[in-house]
């Protein structure tokens, strides 16, 4: 296996699992989001639609560890080159001016680490409960309404999800860019429609906690 | 004895220059008033002023590298008002001209900034990593006397023409002055984009790719994260397309030395 | 005393001389290769091809270059392209052609024998280069495509966009890196060489100083190759680029090496004019723009300070269409640069100070289209608007001769050694194929030939024929040498006077373009001959040079190459005055026809001046080397 380790030890390898990783869990953030407007069907919809993904069992749970571990690799191989990233550059300029960089791609290190805390906040809060004032196994409409009923908790989902939808612009445009999957850039029609999924992904995510904070779900 | 074009149209700027003795010895920005700059000047021409007036005051002129002063041997490189080459799109410093500044202007002058160029003195920096990782697979194996005909192997133009725009590449480092990541990607994959564009570059692909990616991580370069800056500060208009081009060879090489054991390149 | 030079010219017909001696040619053992040392100075076209084809035939190759890695050496800037006579246009090129076209275009100052090796390795080159990956422009067919260059009626020049040198070259140098990697080659980059070290008689190694730590290193082998470049920087102001120096060759001159034919220097007639008095150095643009683009200037004196557009056609002068109808504005380059020099002088030149003529491509956009003009000259125009702020798709570019090339260099016989035995010279550093004038395209061409095709033979003869005992760097000559420089070192940095190097350069740069430059008269050689040790004396006396001799220090490098040019430069005016005739780029204004072309001699000039150091102080001796043409009829030369 000492191609794995050679593949691994290089930046390329490390900027390929990071793109198909990347893309395995944009592809779940959309099916999760597809599945959380269903709050807006009503309560009914919502908790059949949860225990019917309960009720696969032992898929469920290869599901969950497929995301795990392609969450720990990610996360694993960001770490790492931004390790690699700042040791290239010990001395920094005194001017520097970014030319064409965007807000995404320079603070997708700081969008990792707020949606990494939301993910463990994220899972406490609705999976297993742990965080969540009135927590029941059944009832996932109304841990959603009782758990966004706080401001705070709510502004921390918006805030996160906004951090997700920047996340994304940069990430999903350089996740195929990086897989090669696209020889010629010329045209910007990539970066439209990576722009498309985040204000999608964004705005989904985000209708929810607004939503119960307007009272428009309760 | 000052060699200032009198055109009445002269500037006053002034210089925020990073000057360091050598290479262990600590370096700071210091500061330099150039009054009567002609807009006419490159921006080299008015560093060689400013030395002029220096050499006179007794002071050690600024060391920068410069060589061919029309843009192609890519020896000069500073980090001019923090872009690489300055402010100017496809114009190495040398081809810049003072007339793309104000009179009144502030300038910042800084060497290139990477683990893998260290400063040698003032705004010189060792670059020799590039010769290394050309080294480590940058070529096509073609010994002196040994080639066929050069039109017994017809090459589509637009192959060709991608060979060139990526053989553009002059080495001058900009692409990794101006990387947040102070990665060397694109001059990597220029050369990987160069050469596997062409038929005569196929039969040692997958070993270039391996090996200069494996060079390039070598010399303390960072990562792409495809900020896209590099493509930006390239003097030749080379394309991030190269990146991916590169990560493709890689991984399609890493890919075929499995199915083939007989990985050793890159180690 | 004069010596006879041999040039070693093989016997035979013309076109079989190369193959027989190539044949009679002693061979080096295989085995025995890797027990020779070679040194190779410059990593140019003509270095880094030599040196990457010995290491792979398996010499022990040491390398060297001032600049920070090899692929900056200045071969990188040439533009236009590279002659083959490959005859894929099937227009009717062929060896002998442009063999002849060489000759010819040389004014019949080189020697046939080198000048038809050239042309028959020329067709090598393509193919070596073209494996190597280099990028040539090619048809939709996917075959090589062509244009044609001054000075030549058929299309043989092949080329890589405007950058046909920086591709050429990237090639050479990958080839030089294979073989660094492969450990044939040990490179020396930032390391100048200051002296030749002469054993026995047998040039045996070279003191260079590292650039970057100031140490003065000894470096000891069989053989020495210099391959680096030419000296128009003796003209403060030329295309060369800011480090091209005449350092390493004029050492070896005062080592024994004969100087051949320094007064034969070319101006390139495409190169943007002067700015101002901060200029640095000058910026050629291909010639190929020559195919495309029509030069004028206005017929009347009161037009020039007009916008070129509100001249009509009627009151343009297009003078080259005019004096030499047959080839235009594709006339060779020294009968270009002299025609715009002359209407210039005439009152009738562009832009500052009067001296600039029109290149317009109106003609050429209008024909053509914008959009092919693009593709084949667009980055040529960018450069032209970035440095003068004008669109020359809208407006008529403006152009002028400037110093380019340096045709003399280092005498070398056909095998292309110097009069020091084991001192190979190659590249625009010797003076042997092009004769008193340059074709466009045929550096690139000359400098691989030499590279690739002809020290690989001749070098093993060399080594396979002489005895050379081993020596090292402990050897008093390495000793002597290094002391000598390390001596002059010091008298730089002692002097502490009140000028800087660069005035001194400018001045000297001042006199030889005035005096020893487009056109020369025995009045003003002898001036500069006053001026030029004037000048030295005052530079040894009052030059400024700040720092130590340890680590970088570019006043001190500088220093040192201005003080070399500041002797050589005497000899060029020397040469330049005793040759009482006019030939390709050497124009004495005394000899020229009623119409004002070059007045060749050849009773009395048809031969290479080939100079020998005689001693501090002393005038140096001429060597004279006849040419003898067999196989080209001597004829005046006619563009008209």
């Not at chain 3, 190597?132 to 020049?157: D, I, K």
């Not at chain 3, 047959?326 to 500052?352: H, Q, T, W, Y």
């Not at chain 3, 010091?490 to 009140?498: C, P």
Request: hydrophobic content about 40%.
């Amino acid at each position: 296996m000492s191609w794995l380790r050679t593949f691994w030890a290089s930046t390329v390898g490390k900027k390929t699992v990071m793109a198909v990783t990347g893309i395995m869990l944009v592809g779940f953030v959309v099916a999760h989001m597809l599945g959380n407007l269903q709050m807006f069907i009503g309560a009914e919809a919502m908790n059949k639609y949860a225990a019917l993904l309960k009720s696969t069992g032992e898929l469920l749970w290869v599901a969950r560890a497929g995301l795990l571990v392609a969450a720990a690799l990610h996360i694993t191989a960001a770490y790492q080159l931004t390790m690699i990233n700042r040791a290239a550059r010990p001395e920094g300029y005194a001017k520097q001016e970014p030319q064409v960089s965007t807000l995404a791609s320079r603070t997708m290190r700081l969008g990792g680490v707020i949606l990494a805390a939301f993910i463990i906040f994220h899972l406490g809060h609705f999976t297993t409960g742990t965080f969540h004032p009135a927590f029941s196994e059944t009832g996932v409409y109304g841990n959603v309404i009782l758990g966004l009923r706080s401001p705070l908790v709510a502004g921390f989902y918006v805030l996160a999800m906004a951090a997700l939808g920047l996340h994304l612009f940069h990430g999903a445009w350089a996740g195929v860019r990086t897989l090669g999957l696209r020889k010629r850039s010329a045209d910007p029609m990539y970066r439209r429609l990576s722009m498309g999924l985040a204000i999608v992904v964004w705005a989904g995510f985000t209708a929810i906690p607004v939503a119960v904070l307007l009272g428009i779900l309760n | 004895m000052s060699a200032t074009h009198a055109t009445g149209k002269g500037m006053t700027l002034t210089l925020h220059v990073w000057r360091q003795a050598g290479p262990n010895a600590a370096g700071r920005i210091v500061d330099y008033p150039a009054p009567d700059i002609s807009p006419d000047m490159s921006f080299l021409e008015m560093l060689d002023v400013v030395n002029e007036r220096l050499i006179a005051k007794g002071e050690e002129p600024i060391a920068f590298d410069h060589d061919c002063r029309e843009g192609i041997c890519g020896s000069c490189g500073l980090m001019i008002n923090g872009s690489a080459h300055g402010p100017m799109k496809l114009t190495t410093a040398c081809q810049l001209h003072m007339r793309s500044f104000k009179d009144g202007d502030d300038i910042w002058i800084e060497p290139w900034r990477a683990k893998a160029f260290p400063v040698i003195k003032d705004l010189v920096v060792d670059r020799g990593a590039f010769d290394r990782i050309i080294q480590a697979g940058g070529y096509i194996s073609a010994p002196t006397g040994t080639p066929q005909d050069a039109n017994a192997l017809p090459i589509p133009k637009a192959d060709a023409d991608l060979a060139m725009d990526n053989a553009a590449c002059i080495g001058c480092g900009a692409c990794v002055a101006a990387c947040p990541n102070a990665s060397a990607s694109l001059f990597t994959a220029a050369k990987i984009t160069h050469l596997g564009s062409l038929p005569q570059g196929q039969p040692e692909r997958d070993r270039r790719a391996l090996a200069m990616v494996a060079q390039m991580d070598e010399e303390g370069f960072g990562g792409c994260t495809l900020h896209g800056e590099c493509q930006e500060a390239c003097p030749k208009g080379i394309s991030i397309d190269a990146i991916m081009q590169m990560n493709r060879d890689f991984v399609r090489a890493s890919a075929t030395a499995v199915q083939a054991k007989e990985w050793s390149g890159a180690a | 005393m004069a010596r006879k030079l041999d040039a070693k010219i093989p016997s035979g017909p013309l076109a079989e001389k190369w193959e027989t001696h190539r044949f009679e040619m002693k061979l080096v053992n295989p085995a025995n290769k890797r027990k020779f040392s070679v040194i190779v100075v410059g990593s140019g076209l003509a270095g880094a091809s030599a040196a990457a084809s010995l290491s792979e035939l398996g010499y022990q190759v040491s390398c060297f270059c001032f600049q920070d890695t090899p692929r900056r050496a200045h071969s990188i800037a040439a533009q236009g392209g590279i002659n083959a006579a490959k005859n894929y246009r099937n227009d009717g090129d062929s060896v002998q052609r442009l063999f002849y076209d060489t000759i010819k275009g040389g004014d019949f100052r080189a020697r046939e024998a080198n000048v038809y090796r050239l042309a028959q390795v020329s067709v090598d080159i393509i193919d070596q280069c073209v494996a190597q990956g280099v990028p040539f422009a090619r048809e939709y067919g996917g075959l090589l495509a062509n244009r044609s260059f001054g000075g030549a009626q058929v299309s043989r020049t092949f080329y890589a966009r405007g950058q046909t040198g920086q591709q050429l070259l990237l090639g050479a140098y990958q080839a030089l890196e294979k073989e660094i990697a492969r450990g044939g080659v040990t490179m020396y980059s930032r390391h100048e060489m200051l002296e030749l070290v002469v054993v026995d008689g047998k040039a045996r190694g070279i003191i260079v100083r590292d650039m970057l730590t100031g140490e003065l290193e000894s470096h000891a082998a069989d053989a020495v190759i210099l391959a680096t470049g030419g000296y128009g920087n003796v003209f403060y102001l030329s295309t060369n680029a800011k480090g091209c120096n005449v350092t390493a060759t004029w050492r070896a001159h005062k080592k024994g090496a004969a100087f051949a034919n320094p007064c034969f220097t070319q101006i390139h007639p495409t190169c943007i004019p002067v700015a101002g008095d901060h200029q640095s150095k000058l910026t050629l643009m291909s010639e190929s723009l020559r195919n495309d683009g029509r030069v004028w200037v206005p017929r009347r004196r009161e037009d020039c300070g007009k916008d070129p557009s509100q001249i009509p056609e009627a009151d343009r002068d297009y003078y080259l269409e005019r004096k030499y109808p047959s080839f235009g504005n594709l006339s060779p380059r020294d009968i270009a640069s002299r025609a715009a020099k002359e209407a210039c002088d005439d009152g009738r030149g562009v832009g500052p100070g009067g001296r600039g003529v029109y290149l317009d491509f109106a003609d050429a956009i209008n024909r053509l289209g914008r959009k092919a003009i693009e593709e084949r000259y667009g980055n040529l125009f960018e450069m032209y608007q970035r440095i003068t702020d004008e669109d020359p798709y809208t407006r008529p570019m403006r152009i002028y001769p400037a110093v380019h090339y340096t045709m003399g260099g280092l005498w070398v016989d056909y095998n292309l050694m110097s009069s020091i035995p084991g001192l190979h010279v190659l590249g625009e550093a010797n003076f042997s194929d092009h004769g008193a004038n340059r074709l466009g395209a045929s550096a690139l061409m000359q400098g691989l030939a030499d590279g690739y095709f002809v020290i690989p033979y001749t070098l093993g003869d060399y080594l396979a024929t002489n005895k050379l005992e081993k020596v090292t760097t402990d050897h008093p000559e390495f000793r002597a040498a290094k002391e000598a420089v390390e001596t002059r070192t010091k008298r730089l940095l002692s002097i502490n006077g009140t000028r800087t190097v660069d005035s001194f350069h400018r001045e000297l740069g001042k006199i030889m373009w005035e005096k020893c430059g487009m056109a020369r008269d025995a009045k003003g050689l002898q001036e500069a001959l006053k001026e030029i040790p004037a000048l030295r004396e005052q530079f040894w006396r009052d030059v400024k040079v700040l720092g130590s001799a340890e680590g970088l220090n570019q006043s001190l490098e500088k220093a040192g190459r201005v003080a070399d040019f500041l002797e050589f430069a005497e000899l060029m005016c020397l040469d330049a005055l005793q040759r009482e005739e006019s030939c390709g780029g050497h124009f004495r204004t005394e000899y020229q026809t009623e119409d004002g072309e070059a007045k060749r001699d050849d009773e009395r000039f048809a031969y290479v001046a080939a100079w020998e150091y005689a001693g501090e102080g002393k005038a140096p001796i001429l060597n004279k080397e006849p040419l003898t043409f067999e196989n080209v009829h001597l004829s005046t030369r006619s563009y008209k």
